[in-house]
């Protein structure tokens, strides 16, 4: 692929967010999110479980006393939430929250030793393991999220003090592994270090920082197996022996160009497929192209729940096989619903398609968002799309289901994933290349940038997700081309007009591509049809025969106890049933409401009679309301459901 096909994100700092639905939660993220979790990595929120997180920076400076506590990659949740506020900076200046971080960063480079190692597992105990159980043990796991923070904190602030010691340390990861002779020729366990090294060759055009990237991906699987040889030669546990995916859990049974379909652990997958696509792109590698359009297409066509939701097992937090999508065990980690995200965007600066956009989208309403709750304060970690509260607590199979979020996590890493990727939204919303810039998703604001290397300033008025107008205002023209996306959930429904004309467009790519001389005064106005759309999963899909379920626009609804009662499990709809539509302010901070008559299977029967004919089932007429996937969980403590059993006759 020519690099003249690639695009790139737009700047954050060149855009302003203005929207009636993203920025109430962006603001979400600056005012409650980033200061409650700072709380929790400090062990502050009462009632909730213990981070550790900054006691071991302490511990490790030798300002307290003790042991290392907490999982080995703890570390990391510091790392996202430095990287959120460095986006948080950029959105709005906060010297409080800027002096708290400058703080937090002095302690965590105090640590840091002499040949540049910074990882406090290690720097606590064990320091002459360090290295030794790269499969398992996250310290370039911790060094990746690590240095996206240092890099998004320095292009905030300029402050470059952990930007410094994270070069040190990509130093020496780099004396200790690679190709050459008396090197570890290993790569990360829980792939990410990918990404962030290509972030640190795009800041300072070291070659070695991609040579080291590449060398991760390129390495990885090859034979004989480097993760196989460490556990034997260090006499490391290897947890997945008994698996049916053996070394695949981390993406290493076979090298990443020989990888057919996404498999193991699904947040490893999308942060190695991210990783995959940042070098392909920069280095026009065709065989590593080829072998991320595959793994999308896996991904997104066979292995992916109607939120966008990825990784359907408990065990391993997993991928299983094509079309196992159970919705009361599903796993749906929030973090591999953010790194979907990532990997959808690299795909779209690879090549700008909108496909790539639908399911970034799809992601970001549902499967990702879900993962917060409406004050930020408390979390999901799993995704599932049908609860009932008390399997959750009597069945062993659905522990994993919480059906209320959770105030902190032992394994926090989604809450400060979401605010990373909450915080610096605007560098998903456009892709440009000099010529053409690509509306990927519809969200409200201004932005000033360069189009065919001239000034071009416009603004955006987006009413979704809950209509579907967009327009789009020229403040300062210029030549080129505006690249439209036109959502699939629109049917193909959709008018675009240009200074109130009909406009002439030709279709690329599922884009409408505008091109001309845009001058001041300039408007574009999108209409999106937005019906009511009863979707059916593919019939190989085993748990949703007969079910189906209700979107509307990029939203998924589900059903929710605290409008519908109990026993949802019992309802039935009608694929032909017609909704009424009713935007409700005073509910759940805003929501379009969905409701619909259905039925509830209500056969008289004994309590002593577990089995009755068939032939003696009775449906009673049943009012539903419909709510959006996204918010549910935010009243009272109730059953849940996304696919609802449909009524035939």
């Keep these: 692929m020519k690099s003249n096909e690639h695009t790139t994100p737009v700047n954050q700092r060149h855009l302003h967010l203005n929207d009636p639905f993203w920025s109430s939660f962006q603001t979400l993220v600056l005012d409650s999110v980033i200061p409650y979790e700072w709380e929790a990595l400090n062990d502050r929120v009462e009632g909730a479980v213990k981070s550790y997180c900054m006691q071991n920076f302490r511990i490790a400076a030798g300002l307290e006393e003790g042991e290392f506590n907490g999982p080995p990659f703890i570390d990391s949740d510091f790392a996202k939430w430095i990287e959120a506020v460095g986006y948080a900076l950029l959105l709005r200046p906060d010297a409080a929250l800027e002096k708290t971080a400058d703080e937090a960063i002095e302690l965590v480079v105090s640590v840091q030793q002499p040949d540049g190692y910074l990882d406090t597992r290690y720097i606590i105990k064990d320091q002459d393991k360090r290295f030794t159980n790269l499969k398992d043990e996250h310290e370039l796991y911790c060094f990746g999220h690590m240095l996206e923070g240092a890099i998004s904190y320095y292009q905030a602030t300029g402050k470059d003090t952990l930007l410094n010691a994270l070069v040190r340390f990509a130093d020496c990861i780099d004396q200790y592994i690679g190709a050459e002779e008396g090197k570890l020729h290993g790569y990360p366990g829980h792939e990410v270090a990918e990404m962030a090294l290509m972030r640190?060759?795009?800041?300072?055009?070291?070659?070695?920082?991609?040579?080291?990237?590449?060398?991760?991906?390129?390495?990885?699987?090859?034979?004989?197996?480097?993760?196989?040889?460490?556990?034997?030669?260090?006499?490391?546990?290897?947890?997945?022996?008994?698996?049916?995916?053996?070394?695949?859990?981390?993406?290493?049974?076979?090298?990443?160009?020989?990888?057919?379909?996404?498999?193991?652990?699904?947040?490893?997958?999308?942060?190695?497929?991210?990783?995959?696509?940042?070098?392909?792109?920069?280095?026009?590698?065709?065989?590593?192209?080829?072998?991320?359009?595959?793994?999308?297409?896996?991904?997104?066509?066979?292995?992916?729940?109607?939120?966008?939701?990825?990784?359907?097992?408990?065990?391993?937090?997993?991928?299983?096989?094509?079309?196992?999508?159970?919705?009361?065990?599903?796993?749906?980690?929030?973090?591999?619903?953010?790194?979907?995200?990532?990997?959808?965007?690299?795909?779209?600066?690879?090549?700008?398609?909108?496909?790539?956009?639908?399911?970034?989208?799809?992601?970001?309403?549902?499967?990702?968002?879900?993962?917060?709750?409406?004050?930020?304060?408390?979390?999901?970690?799993?995704?599932?799309?049908?609860?009932?509260?008390?399997?959750?607590?009597?069945?062993?199979?659905?522990?994993?289901?919480?059906?209320?979020?959770?105030?902190?996590?032992?394994?926090?890493?989604?809450?400060?994933?979401?605010?990373?990727?909450?915080?610096?939204?605007?560098?998903?919303?456009?892709?440009?290349?000099?010529?053409?810039?690509?509306?990927?998703?519809?969200?409200?604001?201004?932005?000033?940038?360069?189009?065919?290397?001239?000034?071009?300033?416009?603004?955006?008025?987006?009413?979704?997700?809950?209509?579907?107008?967009?327009?789009?205002?020229?403040?300062?023209?210029?030549?080129?081309?505006?690249?439209?996306?036109?959502?699939?959930?629109?049917?193909?429904?959709?008018?675009?007009?240009?200074n109130g004309r009909p406009a002439d467009v030709t279709l690329q790519n599922g884009y409408a591509m505008l091109t001309r001389g845009w001058a001041s005064g300039d408007t574009v106005k999108l209409a999106f049809a937005m019906p009511v759309v009863i979707q059916a999963a593919n019939p190989l899909v085993r748990e949703d025969i007969d079910r189906i379920a209700v979107t509307r626009g990029p939203i998924v609804y589900c059903l929710e106890e605290a409008d519908n009662g109990p026993q949802l499990h019992r309802i039935f709809l009608r694929a032909d049933e017609t909704f009424t539509e009713a935007y409700r302010p005073d509910l759940l901070g805003g929501v379009m409401t969905l409701k619909t008559q259905g039925e509830i299977l209500d056969t008289p029967c004994a309590e002593d009679c577990l089995y009755r004919p068939a032939a003696a089932e009775q449906f009673t007429p049943k009012p539903l309301t419909f709510i959006p996937y996204y918010a549910w969980a935010n009243r009272a403590l109730g059953e849940m459901l996304v696919w609802v059993h449909r009524k035939f006759v």
């Excluded at 990373?420 to 201004?446: C, H, K, V």
């Design 200 to 498: 640190l060759y795009a800041l300072n055009h070291e070659k070695k920082y991609l040579n080291l990237a590449r060398y991760f991906i390129d390495q990885r699987g090859q034979a004989p197996l480097f993760f196989a040889q460490e556990t034997e030669k260090n006499s490391n546990r290897f947890y997945w022996k008994d698996s049916s995916f053996q070394y695949q859990y981390y993406q290493s049974g076979k090298p990443v160009r020989e990888q057919e379909v996404a498999e193991g652990h699904a947040v490893r997958a999308v942060y190695l497929y991210s990783g995959m696509a940042d070098v392909a792109r920069v280095t026009g590698d065709e065989t590593l192209v080829s072998a991320v359009k595959r793994l999308w297409n896996s991904l997104a066509r066979q292995r992916m729940y109607i939120t966008g939701s990825i990784g359907s097992s408990e065990y391993g937090e997993a991928f299983t096989f094509d079309y196992d999508q159970p919705n009361d065990t599903a796993y749906n980690e929030t973090c591999a619903s953010v790194g979907t995200i990532f990997f959808a965007r690299r795909m779209l600066e690879l090549d700008p398609r909108a496909e790539y956009a639908d399911v970034m989208e799809r992601v970001l309403y549902n499967g990702a968002i879900s993962g917060m709750s409406l004050d930020g304060k408390s979390f999901f970690y799993v995704n599932p799309l049908e609860v009932v509260p008390e399997a959750c607590e009597k069945d062993h199979l659905r522990a994993h289901v919480k059906p209320t979020r959770q105030k902190w996590f032992g394994c926090a890493c989604c809450p400060p994933n979401l605010a990373r990727l909450l915080a610096s939204l605007g560098s998903y919303i456009y892709t440009q290349r000099e010529d053409t810039l690509y509306f990927n998703l519809y969200i409200g604001g201004s932005a000033g940038l360069e189009l065919n290397g001239n000034p071009f300033r416009f603004t955006v008025e987006s009413s979704l997700p809950w209509q579907g107008g967009v327009t789009v205002t020229i403040e300062q023209g210029a030549q080129g081309t505006l690249a439209l996306r036109i959502p699939q959930w629109c049917g193909g429904a959709y008018t675009i007009l240009v």
